[in-house]
């Protein structure tokens, strides 16, 4: 089955809106294209810093010749503006935290069965990590990669934050700031297909995933990432002490 391409009207009509904005605010280095699946459906997983990448990961899959269905939480879909540009675009709401969170995860699937290219960020929110690292993810990726045995391509981004950094309120869109995105080979799952969907086999795939995003990452920033990901769950009192910092800032 060919892979859904940018097909639809109302996506087109959005990106004839969004785009020019994007490139008025980006420097774009696009590179990695070339390890997008040409037949068929696909997850593309990016690392999640500021609430911009979500735009210009789906600037890079758009322009690269892909129509993608973002996951994307169900508070979105009801904000005046945003909520009608996410269903006229078809992206997937999920339910967080509750029982309607398999449902995302079915359309999810049901999408990557007709072709879709299906646009997850494995975190399930912004990275806590001080140094905007990607942190330890959720699983529902894994659950839609070994359910569905389509490829996972792992995609890294960085340079959004100079415009709206993590926690800001105020973008700084001028001057045009360079915006980096790659995407690398597919994450090798075919030897957790046949295993039992337990937390092992979920925590083993979401490591490999992250494992590459991280790798690539390294590679834009030309730095070394930290030992171990940072961890919400063992820092619980981490969003509080947050309230009492500005904005990270990046040099």
Not at 41 to 48: D, L, R
Not at 57 to 83: C, I, N, Q, T
Request: charged share 25%.
């Amino acid at each position: 089955m060919p892979i859904a391409r940018p097909e639809s009207r109302l996506y087109r009509l959005v990106a004839l809106v969004v785009r020019p904005l994007m490139f008025s605010m980006c420097r774009y280095e696009w590179s990695g294209s070339e390890n997008f699946p040409t037949d068929g459906g696909f997850i593309a997983a990016a690392n999640h810093a500021t609430e911009l990448d979500a735009l210009t990961f789906v600037h890079y899959l758009f322009d690269h010749g892909v129509e993608p269905r973002v996951l994307a939480k169900r508070g979105l879909f009801d904000a005046p503006v945003v909520g009608g540009v996410l269903r006229a675009t078809n992206m997937i709401p999920v339910d967080r935290g509750s029982k309607a969170a398999a449902a995302s995860l079915e359309r999810a699937g049901r999408e990557l069965g007709e072709g879709a290219c299906v646009a997850v960020f494995p975190e399930g929110t912004l990275t806590r990590d001080p140094d905007l690292w990607p942190m330890e993810p959720k699983t529902g990726l894994a659950r839609i990669a070994l359910a569905s045995r389509l490829p996972v391509v792992p995609v890294a981004q960085w340079g959004a934050t100079e415009i709206l950094p993590r926690y800001g309120k105020l973008p700084r869109p001028f001057p045009r700031k360079r915006v980096q995105t790659t995407a690398g080979p597919p994450v090798d799952l075919s030897d957790l297909y046949d295993r039992p969907l337990d937390a092992a086999t979920l925590r083993e795939a979401m490591d490999r995933v992250m494992d590459a995003i991280t790798a690539q990452l390294a590679t834009l920033r030309d730095e070394v990432p930290p030992e171990h990901r940072f961890d919400l769950r063992k820092h619980p009192d981490y969003e509080a002490r947050q309230m009492h910092y500005p904005p990270v800032e990046r040099p």
